[in-house]
């Protein structure tokens, strides 16, 4: 498993309008992003966070290049930025 975690820096009156992104996105990434197992929201007071499953870092990778991502996810949030988003990529260690 693998996951991608995107930090955005979204005021708290901003916080509602973010929220409906995301679920106005969830399903399509789902439906129609090869590898996508899962997108949770998950917020905090100093940031909502957005954690994508994917099943390989391939995957992952493609997600961000995807005209889902940059054109319609992107362009959605980012008047909603107080700053840029923090991307990271996490892989799930097997022991």
């Known amino acids: ?22 679920l106005q996105y969830r399903e399509p990434f789902l439906s129609s992003i090869q590898g996508a ?8 007071d100093e940031d909502v966070q957005l954690l994508h499953g994917f099943d390989t870092a391939e995957h992952a990778q493609h997600y ?17 930025l107080a700053a840029a988003p923090d991307i990271r990529l996490y892989q799930q260690a097997e022991f």
Request: proline fraction near 2%; charged fraction near 15%.
């Open 1 to 22: 498993m693998v996951y991608l975690q995107i930090t955005l820096n979204i005021t708290a009156a901003n916080r509602l309008a973010a929220a409906n992104v995301f």
């Open 64 to 80: 961000l290049q995807s005209e889902l991502f940059n054109k319609d996810v992107v362009s959605a949030l980012t008047p909603l």
């Open 37 to 44: 197992l899962s997108k949770n929201l998950l917020l905090r």
